[in-house]
């Protein structure tokens, strides 16, 4: 871990480009808001900002210290790139491609002004514990054309491991934002099941299972497709939630009080990357559903993340269920896993968390990586 220095403030241009679900904000929102708490200067462009209304509620007004929302289509625009001072590093999330009008206009500043130092260019991508990760995290890419031609990218692989770029640290104390969160305040016993999912087969197994130990369940159900995909089930007919178990569905919460909820529950159900990694820092037995890929290269992603996680047996075969890799009758002890998931579940979690705890988090490596190169 290091002790480092402050870090010298610089200015950063970071660039999403939003596919489709939260991940993409969620995860530059969140590089923007931690590398703003360290003492840079951010400017995050971005071509729909709509998520960021309850995500991160101030940021489009201006009021998030240190982060300033810019839209994308501005930056094509000489007349608006021409009033902004020149960053010390762009950032182009999961390969979007920087606006060429954007490139354009800071070459020809840098050219036009000796001395001036270029920016330094980084790629970040998506994560993943597949060995891809440490093989490429760092390489430089020469800019072969373009009004950029001859100048360098880096690329940056978040990861699990030190020879990674890291995870962006959710330490949970500081994710509470003072607000006490409402879902939360249930009877004594009743274990608490947060659900953030895409559509999974298994999702009749799953909800059928809970309560049957005879203990109360209140699940919280994230908004959007998950609220979508319980509430058709509910709604199906053909299926019957046990007795004990409540449904909860949550409003969009902040970032901040989704890391909360994550804390405060007793299992997470998680989805794409960065609510797998809150689900980390929370430090609770979990099942992750990775982004399903039409080629299935999510299934070697989570045998990976499986494999780094030191997941027992158990816990294997019901990610791979919930993943749609194996029917959930195929699984041995179902549901006696799911009842007694705060024993060695919970551990394997916990684990998995002191190993990361020990690690430089993203931001202390990409402001690494800026100071050796520039
Ligand atoms: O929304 P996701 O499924 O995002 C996915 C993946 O990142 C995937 O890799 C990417 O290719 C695809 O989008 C386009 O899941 P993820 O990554 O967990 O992002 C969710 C974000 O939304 C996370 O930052 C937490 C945040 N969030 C809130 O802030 N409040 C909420 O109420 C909810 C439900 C989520």
Redesign the pocket.
Known sequence: MSTAAPDRPRLWDIFCHV??????V??L??LSAALAARGQQVRLWIDDASALA??APGALAGEWPGVRVMAWTDAEHASVCSTLPCADVWIEG?GCDIPSGFVAHFAQRWGDQAGLAQPMWVNLE?LSAEAYVERNHGLPSPVLSGPARGWTKYFFYPGFTAGSGGLIRNAVERAADGRPNPSLVNADGERRISL?C?EPEALPALLGSLGQDGRAARLLV???R?THAVRRLLDSGGFRLPGHVQVEY?P????T??DALLADCDLNM???????V?ALWAGKPFIWQA?PQSDAAHRTKLEAFLDWLQADAAVREMHRAWNGFCQPAEVPHWNQTLADADGRWKSQVTDARLRLMAQDDLPTRLLKTVNENR
Do not use: C, K
């Open positions: 596919i489709d679900n939260f991940g993409d969620g995860l929102w969140r309850w995500m999961f998506y953030f895409y994230a908004h959007g998950t949550l969009p919460l902040s970032q009080r989704f998680v989805r794409g990357e960065d609510s797998l809150q982004y």
